[in-house]
């Protein structure tokens, strides 16, 4: 997918049926994506806030570093 960011808000569920998103961006020519899970466990916010700010990050990253950018898939908390 070369343009926008991939966004799926329920790309699987937890066991007790909570939705898990994902966000990735793929670029032509490019490696195996690299695989970011900000948060694994519930009781550790910090990751989670990571992965939101590295998404923050790379949307504004794709206008002025596009073609440098490796092909990412980005899941902000698994858990």
Excluded at 31 to 39: E, K, M, Q, R, T
Excluded at 45 to 73: C, H, K, N
Aim: proline share 6%; net charge neutral.
């Amino acid at each position: 997918m070369q343009g926008k960011i991939f966004h799926q808000s329920s790309w699987a569920r937890t066991s007790q049926g909570t939705p898990i998103e994902l966000y990735k961006k793929t670029h032509t020519h490019s490696p195996a994506p690299i695989l970011f899970i900000g948060g694994v466990h519930g009781d550790e916010p910090e990751g989670v806030r990571l992965a939101q700010d590295l998404l923050l990050w790379l949307q504004q990253a794709e206008t002025s570093l596009a073609a440098s950018l490796r092909s990412w898939i980005l899941i902000p908390c698994i858990n």
